[in-house]
């Protein structure tokens, strides 16, 4: 998948200077004029702080667009350099050296150097910090300045996967001494400077003068972000001409943008995922037979069939695709079985029990109707759901992580050991099932090994056995994998290989498409 092994890239340094070359070669592309996209997922409440981010409106808008990271995942899922232009480690993967790119600025002038990685990688530590990319920071026990376009991170345990965390969109790189500020207007290294940002709202940028990037990225002279967490709307938009791009179209009205000359529609598999993640510290889901008892009534195949419409796979309550290196493909598949379920049920101390399921479109695309049809088949086990819609502002900070059990969405993430660590590692801000040791010490033990371990087949067994573990006990039911369907008007001009790693080529349209 990525081209060269991670423990290759430890061996030997050439590797470093292999991962950090540019990504796939792309057809003639026109420079100028304006791209607009209508995208979901934004909220009042947005802003440039990089470590609130959560959905693909501000994901674009910064990490696709104004701001950098130290390395990217590029289309192909291969990793590259972006701030930084190549990485070498020690053989224990502890001791990490960053060498930086020379020549950058910040959109307000001020070059990019060592101290600007340093105070950007310290935003996210403290005892307040909410960061969902505080698991990875915090096992950076060292930030050594070797020289202004140098830096070296020492980890407290070794982990073969940090130069693909540095890819992280809560990871960006912001000026030292002016984050404040940075936060406040949106001022980054990206390829597009902030003109106007609207929260949850608009966001424009212009392309941003004699960028380090230079011809090879950034074709568009404007870019205009609409936030139009509607489905109906956000598909009008594009069929009236009034944006270029959307992102998550609605299955069910699919036929009509295929029907338009003018726009074409673009299917990515990938490892996004959808979920109902119940909090396993709340009773009485800290029951693991009533998690169970959820687990096998749920229908999954019918969610397919009837909410994906045939754009995805059956998912088998683990987070881990087919897209990653370590994909557990034996792992027996979880089926809809009432009679199991009662049997669960009635182990946790229960004839019968009633729940409440909170829901909504802004979760991901068919989500109350997913709730429904899990409400049905749970209920010929003697579970009575009660879904509650919820409104699609505001739905992120208000229900997700608060309601014991919802609907949500991930991206999924290039390697097993950023799924996991971002959202099942105990205490982590987006563990959104708080699954930690008293549900299973077992996981956690191996979550902290299998990072550190070099060898692929131990590392294999270990993954193996965790994604059998969340499938059997987890407090996470995964009913299916969908793939990303976005729709493009053929004015835009747009790589032969689209990105699965996010939404809308991995949020980076911005840089990566032009007018045709």
């Known amino acids: 998948m990525y081209g060269i092994s991670r423990r290759g890239l430890l061996q030997t340094g050439m590797a470093a200077g292999v991962l950090a070359a540019t990504g796939l070669p792309l057809r003639a592309q026109t420079r100028g004029g304006k791209f607009t996209a209508g995208l979901s997922g934004a909220n009042t409440s947005d802003s440039w702080d990089s470590r609130t981010h959560s959905d693909i409106f501000m994901i674009s808008s910064a990490q696709g667009a104004v701001f950098d990271s130290l390395t990217e995942i590029a289309a192909d899922g291969s990793l590259k350099g972006e ?33 600007d990685v340093i105070a950007s990688l310290q935003m996210h530590l403290g005892e307040e910090s909410k960061s969902a990319a505080k698991p990875i920071v915090e096992n950076i026990v060292e930030m050594n300045k070797l020289g202004e376009h140098q830096v070296e991170l020492v980890l407290a345990a070794g982990n073969a996967d940090l130069p693909y965390l540095m890819a992280d969109y809560h990871i960006l790189m912001f000026p030292a001494g002016q984050i404040e500020e940075a936060i406040s207007q949106g001022i980054g290294t990206g390829l597009y400077q902030v003109t106007s940002f609207d929260p949850g709202v608009r966001m424009t940028a212009t392309r941003y003068a004699d960028h380090y990037k230079g011809d090879s ?54 490892n996004e995922h959808y979920t109902f993640p119940i909090l396993t510290d709340v009773p009485p889901y800290n029951d693991v037979n009533l998690r169970r008892a959820l ?175 969340l499938r059997d006990d987890g407090g996470i039911l995964l009913p299916m994998f969908s793939n990303f369907v976005q729709a493009v008007n053929n004015r835009i001009q747009t790589p032969d290989t689209i990105g699965n790693g996010w939404q809308m080529d991995n949020a980076r349209m911005a840089e990566r498409w032009s007018v045709a």
Do not use: C
Not at 87 to 104: I, M, Q, Y
Not at 107 to 112: E, I, P, T, Y
Not at 243 to 269: C, G, H, S, Y
């Open 83 to 115: 701030l930084a232009e190549s990485w070498e480690a020690t053989p224990d993967a502890k001791t990490w050296t960053f060498n930086l790119r020379k020549g950058v600025t910040f959109h307000n002038g001020k070059s990019f150097g060592a101290d």
């Open 295 to 469: 687990k096998y009534g749920l229908n999954r195949q019918e969610m397919v069939d009837k909410i994906l419409l045939g754009h995805g796979r059956v998912g088998n309550d683990s987070p881990i695709g087919p897209a990653n290196q370590y994909f557990n493909a034996e792992m027996e598949q979880l089926e809809y079985d009432p009679d199991k379920a009662k049997f669960y049920l009635k182990e946790a101390g229960y004839d019968s029990i009633e729940l409440d399921l909170s829901a909504s479109d802004a979760a991901f695309e068919g989500a109350v109707d997913a709730a429904q049809l899990f409400q049905a088949s749970a209920s010929a086990a003697g579970i009575k759901l009660n879904v509650i819609q919820e409104p699609a502002d505001g739905y992120w900070s208000n229900v997700w992580l608060s309601k014991p059990l919802s609907a949500a969405y991930w991206s999924g993430r290039p390697t097993e050991d950023w799924m996991f660590s971002i959202a099942y590692e105990e205490g982590v801000p987006w563990n959104d099932s708080q699954w930690g040791s008293e549900d299973s010490a077992r996981f956690q033990e191996l979550l902290v090994s299998a990072r550190t371990e070099l060898d692929t087949d131990k590392r294999r067994e270990q993954y193996y056995e965790m994604q059998q573990i």
């Open 217 to 270: 990225a950034g074709f568009f002279d404007e870019i205009e972000y609409i936030a139009i967490n509607d489905n109906t709307a956000r598909m009008n938009a594009l069929l009236t001409g009034q944006v270029d791009a959307i992102n998550r179209v609605d299955f069910k009205t699919e036929n009509l943008l295929k029907a338009n000359p003018n726009v074409r529609i673009q299917e990515v598999t990938g």
